[in-house]
């Protein structure tokens, strides 16, 4: 191959690996590639190092600097035990350590723990696999210092990830994120990465914590009287292979459910998640075994994790008796709207309770807290923002809920993560709630947008791989914010929200006021007549996102079909305006 072939960066980061300490198997497979010339191959593989996004690193397994594999981990790993012995001088430092169904994430998990026990740190780590959520417990339950989960939540099997969370169980968020980043570019060679284990550093942690966990979130059950008249409202449950599978199906029958139907297919471990294409909620398809089984057996509620268990998708009955896919926005409205007004019915409120979301999830759930007198926050996309807030308004606010439209949610202060297991549960105690006045999930729904318009919301994803896709995307939002729209779906754009630039613009008069938020790569559109439209570029997948949101009045449940077709076809149009 020629010399000239490679971008240099992509070479050095080659030669680096061909003449230091790496495994014989991964320098044949780097020599096979430039052997059989394979550019594209190699420039994906190498042309940067993986990097903290807003769930951690996530990438393709294999060889490369841009590749999940022992070394990458291993480097991501010696710099967070840098860090933390840096952060917490001549202290025991503890961490726990969880992992998914992913292919190769237990030996992943145990590399991980390996390094951090090298390091002097002390290891929890879970004897099989479990949820996120139950990893994000363990850290504030066992008072430690960090923690990691590996997982790629829902993508292709083809991937893996590590997230990392801090001593208050949530995903590092700035400075702490970027310090680690920092420490890890200090390592040079993998030279240092003290990959030999003080084994008697790990200790091996399971059913004690499980239970602990069920406890906790056993305690968030509001409308226990309505679960013990409807306990056989008839649920299936997939975990899509996943963890999901081993906290739901208990916490359910902990909460009194009695007829939870399991897709025992789905129950098997199987990191190629051989029953679906990809294994995520948000996807019709991944949920189709469970709404077959569903309508075979006259179910009235569906749920379904990713492999992680920190997001669940679900589907109910509408007027008509057949089943909907609701997205993550109507699910997100749904499950805080109820614990808002179970809390409310209950007499609990008192004014210092709360609910977050992100900047890009439904302003119907700002509205429906503004009428409760609830405070609502606002963060930037990632559950870590979500769970930055909860840490600091511990002990002075009370969380109640928070979630995005991604699918995340949770209840309860017990974690700092999205947590499927305890949506799972509260969702399926919101559906015995309403069945118990005579009411469906999908009747309380249009209840929601009678009363406080309808809203509709669309994520548009679109896929740029590698290099050259990072780079189209990059040009896309510098092309945005030098020539940003004025007008879109027939209404001017009236305000412009830039949080990389930190401002917000006046179209109007073109005033510019500062925008308090931390810094990051998202330009958001309001226009006149109430749209929204946020443009996106993805942290852990080669995606920008376009996230839409349109409403109007809704008059009665009998419009509904009518209005969500006119806001379907304004969304259309608002894109279109895009040009996406």
């Known amino acids: 191959m020629s010399a000239s072939a490679l971008d240099p960066t992509v070479q050095s980061n080659i030669d680096q690996w061909l003449n230091g300490n790496y495994d014989e198997k991964s320098k044949q497979h780097i020599r096979d590639l430039l052997a059989a010339e394979k550019i594209t191959e190699l420039t994906d593989a190498f042309y940067k190092d993986l990097e903290f996004g807003t769930g951690g690193i996530r990438g393709i397994m294999g060889v490369g600097s841009n590749r999940i594999n022992k070394y990458t981990l291993g480097m991501a790993t010696q710099g967070l035990s840098n860090y933390l012995l840096q952060l917490y001088p001549n202290e025991q430092i503890k961490v726990a350590i969880a992992y998914d169904c992913r292919n190769d994430s237990d030996t992943f998990a145990r590399l991980v723990a390996e390094v951090f026990s090298a390091n002097g740190i002390y290891v929890y780590f879970f004897e099989s696999l479990r949820p996120t959520p139950e990893l994000s417990f363990a850290i504030r339950e066992l008072g430690c210092k960090s923690g990691v989960m590996l997982t790629a939540s829902h993508n292709p099997k083809e991937y893996n990830g590590y997230k990392a969370y801090g001593a208050d169980g949530g995903q590092l968020t700035g400075p702490h994120d970027v310090n680690v980043m920092e420490e890890v570019r200090k390592i040079q060679s993998v030279d240092e990465i003290k990959f030999t284990p003080q084994e008697d550093k790990i200790e ?173 926050f606002n963060t930037l996309t990632g559950f870590k923002w979500i769970g930055k807030i909860m840490t600091a308004l511990q002990g002075k606010k009370t969380f109640l809920a928070g979630g995005e439209e991604s699918y995340g949610l949770l209840v309860g202060e017990h974690a700092r993560d999205k947590d499927a297991v305890v949506s799972c549960a509260m969702i399926a105690e919101m559906a015995a709630y309403y069945k118990d006045q005579g009411r469906s999930i999908w009747d309380a729904l249009i209840d929601i947008y009678v009363e406080y318009g309808c809203y ?56 510019v006021t500062p925008l308090d938020f931390p810094k990051s790569n998202v330009l958001q559109f309001f226009t006149a007549d109430g749209s929204i439209i946020s443009a996106r570029p993805s942290g852990t997948e080669p995606k920008i996102k376009f996230y839409c949101s349109v409403n109007a009045p809704l008059g009665s449940r009998a419009e509904f079909a009518a209005v969500e077709g006119k806001l379907d076809a304004k969304i259309d149009q608002l894109m279109t305006d895009l040009g996406v």
């Open 456 to 511: 509709k919301e669309k994520l548009i994803a679109i896929t740029k791989k590698g290099k050259s896709g990072a780079e189209e995307i990059a040009a896309l939002m510098e092309k945005y914010r030098k020539d940003p729209p004025k007008e879109l779906g027939g209404a001017a754009v009236s305000e412009i929200k830039d949080y990389l630039n930190s401002t917000t613009t006046n179209q109007a008069d073109g005033t």
């Open 204 to 376: 091996t942690i399971g059913k004690e914590m499980d239970e602990k966990y069920l406890e906790a979130i056993l305690k968030l059950s509001i409308s226990k009287e309505a679960i013990q008249r409807q306990h056989d409202l008839a649920i299936v449950f997939s975990p899509i292979h996943g963890t999901g599978g081993v906290l739901v199906p208990p916490a359910l029958e902990r909460f009194g459910f009695t007829n939870v139907q399991l897709v025992e297919e789905q129950m098997v471990v199987d990191g190629n998640f051989p029953t679906v294409i990809y294994p995520n909620p948000e996807e019709e398809e991944a949920l189709t075994m469970a709404l077959n089984q569903a309508k075979a057996t006259d179910a009235e509620l569906v749920m379904a994790n990713d492999p992680d268990a920190d997001r669940v998708g679900i589907a109910v009955k509408n007027g008509d008796g057949e089943f909907i896919l609701l997205n993550g926005n109507q699910t997100a409205a749904l499950l805080i709207n109820y614990v808002m007004t179970a809390w409310e019915e209950s007499g609990k409120l008192t004014g210092t309770q709360y609910i977050v979301k992100t900047i890009v999830t439904s302003y119907l759930i700002d509205k429906m807290a503004a009428s409760k007198g609830i405070e609502c």
